[in-house]
């Protein structure tokens, strides 16, 4: 199965100041605010959810393609996407700018100053579809996931005058587009993929009402945090599953493209509902319990534990028998 995730690819710059920034502010003069703060801890990670929901997958044992726009600065990072299965033949490399980049520096009271760069990001509205599937033959689904948005509707204008099955990603780019362009993204999706805010944002801004947008995409899943999820696909009874339960919760980021890249996977070995959204959800929790969004690492025999606990013995053999995993070994 061809599974295309288009969206962004980012690299994350995370640093940590031992101090409160409120001691640096001074009432009188914030509006020529100059200040610069000596951190004590830098942290750079892959990141962007594209690259993450196609890291996901190629780690369970899949071949995702993936497809964005990056700077020439991309290399190591497309190395280690294309050891962990992901192809990456697809990508556009910016000739001017340099792969998209988050830098955010959080004081000892979890207070945060960042910037997001999108850099090349912004030449995703270029990338056409049509050269990816005649590379591949086919194309199964494609995945439009946050991005450029110009470039995000450009993919779901192409996909449904080309007839190419997608899911509809919108994720922090809701807050960002309006209405009109949020029911271009999602009218005629196969699959919508949203978190409970999410799902009523898009409501909102649409106009649509949960039930309207049931009649326009074919499968609606919304993420429920700790609860797990939902699926409702047309026609078929609510799905709806718990998560495993974490051994810690070290951080959040990351947690929906985690689940996401499960879900997309079982979608590909042919699962049901219901162990789909099983995968998504135990994959989202070792995000959870890891820094980093692409560092957890996956052992068969926990995994099958894990899943044996949480859904029982039929669904962890199930789902077992179709993962290729490398055992918590680096690639």
Not at 113 to 118: E, K, Q, V
Not at 278 to 288: D, E, F, N, R
């Amino acid at each position: 199965m061809n599974i295309v995730v288009t969206g962004s690819i980012a690299t994350d710059h995370l640093m940590t100041f031992p101090g409160r920034f409120a001691d640096s502010l001074v009432a009188d003069k914030l509006d020529r605010v100059s200040l610069s703060f000596l951190v004590d801890a830098l942290e750079v990670r892959r990141g962007g959810v594209a690259a993450n929901i196609a890291f996901g997958m190629g780690y369970l044992g899949l071949r995702p393609v993936l497809v964005g726009a990056v700077g020439p600065d991309f290399a190591d990072y497309g190395s280690w996407l294309a050891r962990h299965g992901v192809d990456i033949d697809s990508i556009h490399t910016s000739q001017v700018h340099q792969t998209a980049r988050f830098v955010c520096t959080t004081d000892e009271e979890a207070n945060q100053i960042a910037s997001f760069y999108s850099g090349a990001m912004s030449e995703a509205r270029d990338i056409e579809l049509l050269p990816v599937a005649d590379r591949l033959g086919s194309i199964d689904l494609v995945v439009v996931g946050p991005n450029d948005p110009e470039g995000m509707l450009r993919h779901t204008d192409e996909c449904r005058q080309r007839g190419f099955a997608f899911a509809a990603d919108p994720s922090q780019q809701l807050a960002r587009m309006d209405g009109p362009q949020i029911r271009r993204l999602i009218d005629g999706a196969t699959y919508l993929f949203t978190n409970e805010y999410e799902a009523a944002l898009t409501e909102q801004k649409t106009g649509w009402s949960a039930t309207e947008i049931a009649d326009r995409v074919h499968c609606r899943i919304t993420t429920l945090g700790a609860q797990g999820a939902r699926v409702e696909r047309n026609g078929h009874p609510v799905v709806e599953v718990g998560c495993p339960q974490e051994d810690s919760v070290v951080d959040p980021t990351g947690v929906g493209d985690a689940f996401r890249a499960g879900f997309l996977a079982g979608l590909a070995f042919g699962l049901s509902d219901e162990r789909c959204a099983q995968l998504g959800s135990t994959l989202a929790t070792y995000v959870i319990e890891t820094v980093g969004t692409q560092e957890y690492r996956l052992r068969t025999d926990h995994v099958r534990s894990r899943l044996e606990q949480t859904y029982g013995l039929d669904a962890a053999q199930e789902l077992v028998q179709h993962l290729s995993l490398q055992d918590g070994v680096d690639v």
